[in-house]
């Protein structure tokens, strides 16, 4: 059975930071690349980052590259986010999702929702201005 779990997420300030992991079981993770998405209320689900299965390709959305950071633990088998000076417009559900990347993939496939495998149930993060 193949779990997605993401933990980390709260209520900060604004200009605060945050830290989601995410954790895989159920496959091998080194064989996924791996996205967080996050939806804000009346508003679509939306790309925030990626990172292929060994970590050597990552890539954002243009409002966070500049605050975010992807990184992958394969030994834990958990995928990581963090976030650094927080706005409250990154108030959102954030969702980890995992694809099968079994060669290599364009990054361009990663940023959209529907070519992932699995999901996440999502977890809130609130920044407070």
């Known amino acids: 059975q193949v779990q997605l779990e993401e933990f980390g997420g709260g209520l900060v300030q604004a200009g605060d930071s945050l830290r989601l992991s995410c954790a895989l079981s159920g496959r091998t993770f080194s064989t996924y690349a791996m996205g967080w998405f996050r939806q804000a209320p009346e508003k679509e689900r939306e790309f925030v980052a990626a990172?292929?299965?060994?970590?050597?390709?990552?890539f954002y959305e243009d409002s966070v590259k500049d605050r975010f950071t992807i990184y992958r633990d394969n030994a834990k088998n958990t995928v990581y986010l963090q976030m650094n000076s927080l706005k409250p417009e990154d108030t959102a559900v954030y969702y980890c999702?995992?694809?099968?990347?079994?060669?290599?993939?364009?990054?361009?496939?990663?940023?959209?929702?529907?070519?992932?495998?699995?999901w996440g149930r999502g977890i809130q993060v609130t920044v407070s201005s």
């Open positions: 999702a995992a694809k099968y990347q079994p060669t290599p993939i364009a990054t361009t496939v990663l940023s959209v929702s529907d070519n992932y495998d699995y």
């Open positions: 990172i292929s299965w060994s970590g050597s390709h990552r």
